[in-house]
């Protein structure tokens, strides 16, 4: 009996989980990505926004994959208080697998590095802060 209770309690929480991933699946392709993005040909949005956090990452990263929801958490929590249009902050990511050009550019050898852009200009020094979407938008 306790197996059957527990059971059926599993099914329920992977079908309300499954029901979760397809509404963010779906607001996703209705709403776009919380977090872009960045490649060598999207470079310039860092000089369209006044703030930039840049999460440099490596999928095969396991800190990199724990970071992605937070990041991805934070952004939408910060689009509340900064919408896209108002041009203020905006939260990207770059693949340094894949944009192995950028990572050299901006010296990155670890994962993740989340660097911060100030009007298109680096700051010198790289976030070190904590990693929570509140500590973020601080």
């Known amino acids: 009996d306790l197996v ?5 309690s599993l099914r329920k929480y992977y079908r309300m989980n499954r029901i979760v991933i ?3 699946l779906t607001l996703s392709s209705v709403f776009g990505e919380p977090v872009l993005d960045l490649k060598a040909f999207n470079e310039k949005k ?15 990263c396991r800190f990199s994959r724990q970071l992605h929801p937070i990041f991805e958490n934070t952004a939408i929590l910060l689009e509340e208080s900064y919408p896209a249009e108002s041009k ?13 050009q950028l990572a050299q550019k901006y010296h990155i050898s670890k994962y ?7 009007n298109g200009s680096i700051l010198k ?11 973020f938008k601080k």
Do not use: M
């Not at 993740?112 to 100030?118: D, E, L, S, V």
């Not at 020094?125 to 500590?135: A, F, I, L, V």
């Open 4 to 8: 059957f209770r527990y059971n059926s």
């Open 22 to 24: 397809l509404l963010f």
């Open 46 to 60: 860092l000089q369209e926004y006044e703030v930039v956090l840049v999460n440099f990452y490596a999928d095969w």
């Open 88 to 100: 203020k902050v905006l939260l990207a990511r770059i693949d340094c697998e894949d944009q192995q």
């Open 112 to 118: 993740p590095t989340i660097k911060i852009f100030h």
């Open 125 to 135: 020094r790289e976030y070190r802060g904590n990693r929570s979407p509140q500590d």
